[in-house]
T-cell receptor, first 116, second 115 residues
Framework: DGGITQSPKYLFRKEGQNVTLSCEQN?????MYWYRQDPGQGLRLIYY???????QKGDIAEGYSVSREKKESFPLTVTSAQKNPTAFYLC???????????????FGPGTRLTVL | DAKTTQPNSMESNEEEPVHLPCNHS???????IHWYRQLPSQGPEYVIH???SNVNNRMASLAIAEDRKSSTLILHRATLRDAAVYYC????????????????FGQGTRLTINP
């Protein structure tokens, strides 16, 4: 089955520790995205990548870092600099270079991170 | 980014049609209207999108006002599995590559379906 996998589903970390969230897609999509969702709120864009070895900051990039060494993988590191890291993190991908009018984003199941 | 306004919540009965409204009075000529929905504890999924004409697919229909300042997502026969948060999003393809890829999610409409 083609799709996006995120692991783990639930993650607990102590305050002050960096943590890396995994995102893998086998859809052969060029673009990948990371969003954060807080309870009762919509999604906010953290980082996105249009192509391998390139990525751009989204609206709330502070305290996060990413890499895009392979087309199918886009891991997100939540650093100790992120003031309020507890949230639901969603990864997405789309078949997009160019304007991609109909290029819907496909989302993974999410990772719920709790920092104690 | 052009903004959308949706009701916080709506309720409907199973097997009845549901009309989910969205206002986007500042929409530009290059904004496409996209709808996504998010089931509890899951990632969002694409529902439908359109520019000017009404659109139909297997999931829903999208009715767009003539002046494009509002649109309505129509679920023709709601089931319990349609209970979700529905997001109406404007996607500006006039911003070039980077802008076109960004989805800006508001708080959406929480749809409850009664059995």
């Amino acid at each position: 089955d083609g799709g996006i996998t995120q692991s783990p589903k639930y993650l607990f970390r102590k305050e002050g520790q960096n943590v890396t969230l995994s995102c893998e897609q086998n859809l052969n999509h060029d673009a990948m995205y990371w969003y954060r969702q807080d309870p009762g709120q919509g999604l906010r864009l953290i980082y996105y990548s249009q192509i391998v070895n390139d990525f751009q900051k989204g609206d709330i990039a502070e305290g996060y870092s990413v890499s895009r060494e392979k087309k199918e993988s886009f891991p997100l590191t939540v650093t100790s600099a992120q003031k309020n890291p507890t949230a639901f993190y969603l990864c997405a991908s789309s078949n997009a270079l160019g304007r991609g009018i109909g290029n819907e984003q496909f989302f993974g199941p999410g990772t719920r991170l709790t920092v104690l | 980014d052009a903004k959308t306004t949706q009701p916080n919540s709506m309720e409907s009965n199973e097997e009845e049609p549901v009309h989910l409204p969205c206002n986007h009075s500042t929409i530009s000529g290059t904004d496409y209207i996209h709808w996504y929905r998010q089931l509890p504890s899951q990632g969002p999924e694409y529902v439908i999108h359109g520019l000017t004409s009404n659109v139909n697919n297997r999931m829903a229909s999208l009715a767009i006002a003539e002046d494009r300042k509002s649109s309505t997502l129509i679920l023709h026969r709601a089931t319990l599995r349609d209970a979700a948060v529905y997001y109406c999003i404007l996607r500006d393809v006039g911003l070039g590559i980077q802008g076109a890829q960004k989805l800006v999610f508001g708080q959406g409409t929480r749809l409850t379906i009664n059995p």
